[in-house]
């Protein structure tokens, strides 16, 4: 290699560095200013050598020219839906449902729910190849060039693994009120909720307006069979995740009980305004694979999870906002 593509390879693997300390861990290892100086040194070096720009290069992110239109994508795996459950008696029959199809022997893993847009990615050889809405589960809508441009959502995994992964694409809440903000000052329609907002920026057809969106990702389950990677439980798959590189959640818990589970759904049903992200419930999974294969699916969720869901905001909110005027 010459001088100019050490360099490139240099910037490359610091950029792609750095990015995940800033994006993924959210825990910076260089200032700002250092970040976007050797990101201007690269781009200033793919200018002069083209064709020595790698495609998961920093550079990458924000595509060329706007789509036409999206294609369609059906999911190698279905993205599978959650059941519902309202309230602590709901819970309860869950569990005990559970506990006569696989005895007491199995601890559960709960996880915020992301109030979100549920996205597929594929990687093959740890490179990002293409990202998809959920659509109807089956089907979805190819928007691997707005999903490029997620921070969060790595170009390249740590490992060369072929792996399809389904996660929350979701607008953090402060990005939402700026959005709003300047919405309001161009006179533009606002939107009702950074889920809304954020599924409105995944459906630009300009992969530099879902740039400018600050969008970001939690990434919660490998599509297919787990096992395939030497993976026992939902606990173990989330710690591969973020081996390989993806964000994941971390205000998980791991749950021997559902009276375990029930004090963390009351503990973030306080908690929540002081997320940075809008939840909508908590996510309850049996954590062993060998239980979850135990207890199934019916024909559209899996019976080994159960999501939560927090009772609808107060409608006082939306008389208030009446203008009294
Ligand atoms: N919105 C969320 O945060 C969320 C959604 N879905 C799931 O699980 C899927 C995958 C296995 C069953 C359903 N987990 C989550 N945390």
């Known amino acids: 290699m010459n001088e100019i593509e050490q360099r490139i390879a240099e910037l490359n693997k610091l950029l792609h ?53 999206f294609k369609k994508v059906t999911h190698a795996f279905p993205m599978l839906s959650l059941s519902n459950a309202f309230n602590e008696l709901d819970l309860r029959d869950f569990d005990r449902r559970i506990r006569q199809a696989i005895g007491d022997d199995f601890s559960y893993v709960c996880e915020l729910k992301i109030d979100g847009l549920a996205i597929s ?24 060039a707005n999903l490029r441009t997620i921070r969060s959502i790595p170009l390249r995994l740590k490992e060369p693994v072929t792996i399809e992964v389904r996660g929350e694409a979701y607008m953090p ?8 903000q300047s919405r309001q000052e161009k006179g533009l329609e606002l939107f009702a909720n950074p889920r809304n907002a954020a599924a409105g920026s995944l459906r630009q057809l300009d992969p530099k307006i879902a740039a400018s969106r ?35 959640n971390k205000e998980r818990k791991f749950c021997e009980t559902i009276d375990d589970c029930i004090a963390f759904i009351n503990m973030w049903t306080e908690n929540r305004p002081n997320l940075a992200y809008e939840i909508d419930g908590i996510v309850i999974k049996v954590n062993r694979y060998a239980h979850q294969d135990e207890l199934g699916y019916t024909a559209k969720s899996p019976r080994w999870a159960i999501a939560y869901k927090f009772p609808a905001e107060e409608a ?10």
Not at 121 to 143: C, K
Not at 233 to 245: F, I, N, P, Q, R
Request: cysteine-free; charged content about 20%; glycine content about 10%.
């Open 214 to 248: 600050n969008l970001s990702t939690f990434i919660y389950a490998i599509g297919g069979d787990g096992e395939a990677y030497g993976i026992d439980s939902h606990a173990e798959m989330l710690d591969y995740l973020e081996t390989l590189g993806f964000p994941s």
């Open 173 to 180: 809440k402060k990005s939402f009120e700026a959005l709003n």
């Open 316 to 325: 006082i909110t939306t008389v208030l906002d009446i203008d009294l005027t």
């Open 121 to 144: 990615l594929r990687y093959e050889d740890g490179i990002f190849v293409q990202g998809a809405t959920r659509g109807d589960g089956v089907v979805g809508e190819e928007i691997t």
């Open 17 to 69: 560095e750095y990015g995940h300390a800033y994006y993924v861990l959210d825990n910076p290892i260089v200032p700002d200013a250092v970040y976007d100086q050797l990101l201007n040194e690269l781009i200033a070096l793919e200018k002069e050598n083209p064709s020595l720009i790698y495609p998961d290069s920093p550079t990458q992110r924000v595509g060329g020219t706007p789509l036409q239109g």
